[in-house]
């Protein structure tokens, strides 16, 4: 199974960034294998997973990192950014903090990675609607200003994850093509 001789006509490393527990995993998990987890651990080896689809008929294939962690120790490598072309820059926007770290996140990506890299901004767990935090207008605006794209999410309920990963993926084939 899924050995069937696919070309791949292009890679797009994409890298997940944010504080610790605002669902980067799980996001993960449920854009390449279409999983939630309920009891998800501190992700330990696994580096990245990857997803192959079809966009303007080419196979594109999503190779999608994920910190083994280290976000928690503010110890995220230079290697771990090195040739991304697109992140996801990811809040809980049920904690307040998760986005007011939104600004030295993106100060380290802009430091480490490619000046063209698309971002998109991501509030996840919109599930949890009573406990929200993060207004969308502050989100909003906040991406407005940095010129980031925007989209709250649930990984939990599969709210608007996959159409997260798409539009970067579909903007990063827009940009190199
Ligand atoms: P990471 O540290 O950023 O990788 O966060 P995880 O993916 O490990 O998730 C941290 C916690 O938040 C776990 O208990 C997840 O089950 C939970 N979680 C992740 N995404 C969602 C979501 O969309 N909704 C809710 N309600 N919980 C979530
Ligand atoms: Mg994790």
């Known amino acids: ?74 110890a995220v490598t230079s290697a771990y950014y090195r ?27 802009r430091g480490h990675a490619d000046k063209n890299i698309v971002i998109m901004l991501v509030g996840n767990k919109s599930d949890l609607g009573s406990l929200r935090a993060v207004p969308t207008e502050d989100a909003q605006e906040f991406a407005q200003r940095e010129s980031l794209f925007f989209m709250e999410t649930s990984a939990l309920e599969a709210t608007n994850v996959e159409t997260a990963f798409l539009t970067v993926l579909t903007e990063i084939y827009r940009i190199i093509s």
């Open 83 to 109: 040739g991304a072309v697109g992140a996801m820059l990811v809040y809980d926007m049920t904690k307040r903090q998760s986005f007011d770290h939104m600004t030295r996140w993106l100060e380290e990506l």
């Open 1 to 74: 199974y899924g050995d069937y001789n696919q070309k791949i006509d292009y890679v797009f490393k994409i890298v997940l960034i944010g504080d610790s527990a605002v669902g980067k995993s799980q996001l993960l998990a449920r854009f390449a294998r279409n999983e939630f987890s309920v009891e998800s651990k501190a992700t330990i080896g696994v580096e990245f997973q990857t997803k192959t689809l079809v966009i303007d008929h080419k196979t594109v294939k999503a190779q999608i990192w994920d910190t083994a962690g280290q976000e928690r120790y503010r």
